[in-house]
């Protein structure tokens, strides 16, 4: 399994794109994995073939780990699978030195004759991951699937990968119809994918007769009185949230600020800029916001910088990004150097990456290596709240909703919209007074629009 995004531990094969027999060309993809953000290719390095799947569909493999043996047509690799149970788990043995390519560089086994400790007894020999007998095939994915398998006897749940729930809520499609093929019944990409087709219509109408999925059931607290409850697994996705901000909040000393900003003259300067262009085309408050933040990076090196333990890092340009809510969590896909590009173009490609985004269709470079987020959900109603930094960034700042409030200006009760922006900072590289400058620049730009050119 090899490294497909910078925060990958491991990978869920969504499908084979090869069968067991099949011949392969170097470079040529050869499956499809799920990671934390995204569904990736995976390519082989070498040329041969596919002698066996090691890892099926719908089951996870660590960093590492082999999922499939390539070699040359009818080579005899079952010293290779015998002498190999520990598929990487066994730190105490070396593995030899012409074995499973590395997480950065490979994705499967190649034989070469030799006995890799990196290959987990999938089956028997000259038998498809498919048509292995039952226990050898639950042994060959329990470690991955137990939890899970055991949820889902237990409670009558069914199945889902991700990325095929995605995908049958995108097509209507009614997934108490569909009969999982992958292990344990896990319904899988390929199944949402024979559904959409009408392949697999009969078999849908046949599991829907003969099975009615049962609801979910809730466990018993050991506590008496205590309310009843049921388990889920976690997605890829949240699980890398959870242990990303876990680096965050303790280890990082972060403090608040948070200002008003009147939004009037940036709401009439966006009526304007859309006046202009085409329907498509038009801009939101929040690529006014993401330009402006642009702008005042570049005025402010340490807030556009990130503590390096020894050293502090600052960048040239500003990357800003911009959290985007997907089915499985958060994504922040990052708009390379904002500050040298015109909001419409700003907007474009923030509306591009956000819709690939949401079908996980990103590549890592798209959604890592920002110098600066902004997290804006005034479109839900939400008027202040604080936002976790996304390391090693120093800053983020949350956006409220701009709202008409009765304000005092001149002497006078007038009604302005009002922002709140709430930045959280990193103290290692920020003190308070440079946040604080850094927000009154921000404040004076979009209370100001015509600063942006000066």
Same mark, same amino acid.
């Given at each position: 399994m090899p490294k497909l995004s910078p925060t990958?531990? /491991?990978? %869920?094969?969504? $499908?084979?794109?090869?069968? /067991?027999?099949?011949?392969?060309? !170097?470079? &040529?993809?050869?499956?499809?994995?799920?990671?934390?953000? *995204?569904? @990736?290719? +995976?390519?082989?390095l070498e040329a041969g073939?596919?002698?066996?799947?090691?890892i099926g569909d719908g089951a996870n493999a660590r960093l590492g780990e082999t999922i499939g043996v390539i070699g040359e047509n009818g080579e005899d690799f079952a010293a290779l699978l015998n002498g190999a149970a520990s598929n990487g788990n066994d730190k105490t043995?070396?593995?030899?030195?012409?074995? *499973?390519?590395?997480p950065e560089t490979g994705a499967t086994a190649k034989t070469n004759g030799q006995k890799p400790a990196e290959i987990e007894n999938a089956g028997e020999e000259g038998r498809s991951y498919d048509e292995q007998r039952p226990e050898a095939k639950e042994a060959a994915t329990d470690r991955n699937l137990q939890p899970e398998t055991q949820v889902a006897n237990d409670s009558g749940r069914m199945i889902v990968s991700p990325i095929a729930a995605r995908m049958a809520s995108e097509n209507d499609i009614n997934l108490k119809s569909i009969k999982g093929s992958g292990p344990n019944g896990r319904i899988i990409k390929r199944d949402i994918e024979e559904a959409i087709s009408g392949k697999d219509t009969a078999k849908a109408d046949e599991t829907v007769a003969e099975e009615t999925p049962a609801a979910p059931s809730f466990a018993q607290p050991e506590? %008496?009185?205590?309310?009843?409850?049921?388990?889920?697994?976690?997605?890829?996705?949240?699980?890398? =949230?959870? %242990?990303?901000?876990?680096?965050?909040?303790?280890?990082i000393p972060t403090f608040y600020l948070t200002v008003? =900003? &009147?939004?009037?003259? !940036?709401?009439?300067?966006?009526?304007q800029i859309n006046a202009s262009i085409a329907a498509e085309e038009k801009v939101s408050v929040n690529d006014v916001i993401v330009k402006v933040a642009a702008q005042?990076?570049?005025?402010?090196?340490? +807030?556009?910088?990130?503590? %390096?333990?020894?050293?502090? $890092?600052?960048?040239e340009d500003a990357d800003i990004g911009v959290a985007v809510a997907v089915e499985d969590g958060l994504i922040t896909p990052v708009v390379r150097g904002a500050n040298r590009k015109g909001i419409t173009e700003i907007s474009r490609e923030i509306k591009e990456m956000a819709s690939r985004a949401r079908e996980k269709k990103l590549a890592p470079e798209e959604y890592t290596g920002a110098t600066?987020?902004?997290?804006?959900?005034?479109?839900?109603?939400?008027?202040e709240f604080t936002a976790i930094i996304n390391p090693p960034e120093a800053a983020i700042i949350a956006v409220g909703a701009a709202t008409p409030v009765?304000? +005092?200006?001149?002497?006078? +009760?007038?009604?302005?919209?009002?922002?709140?922006?709430? @930045?959280?900072?990193?103290? $290692? *590289?920020?003190?308070? !007074?440079t946040g604080a400058k850094f927000l009154q620049t921000f404040k004076q730009m979009l209370e100001n629009p015509i600063l942006m050119l000066m």
């Open positions: 990958m531990e /491991e990978g %869920q094969i969504s $499908r084979w794109l090869k069968k /067991e027999g099949d011949g392969i060309e !170097a470079n &040529e993809p050869i499956a499809e994995v799920d990671t934390d953000k *995204a569904t @990736m290719e +995976v390519t082989s073939t596919l002698l066996k799947i090691v043995e070396e593995p030899p030195k012409e074995t *499973a390519k590395s506590m %008496q009185d205590a309310s009843r409850y049921r388990d889920e697994n976690t997605s890829k996705m949240r699980q890398v =949230i959870a %242990q990303r901000l876990t680096t965050s909040i303790g280890p008003e =900003i &009147e939004m009037d003259a !940036a709401l009439e300067f966006r009526k005042t990076l570049t005025k402010h090196a340490w +807030v556009n910088s990130s503590y %390096q333990d020894k050293t502090v $890092r600052f960048y600066f987020s902004i997290s804006n959900l005034g479109m839900f109603g939400i008027k009765p304000v +005092v200006r001149d002497g006078e +009760v007038v009604v302005r919209n009002i922002m709140n922006v709430t @930045m959280s900072c990193d103290h $290692r *590289a920020i003190d308070g !007074a």
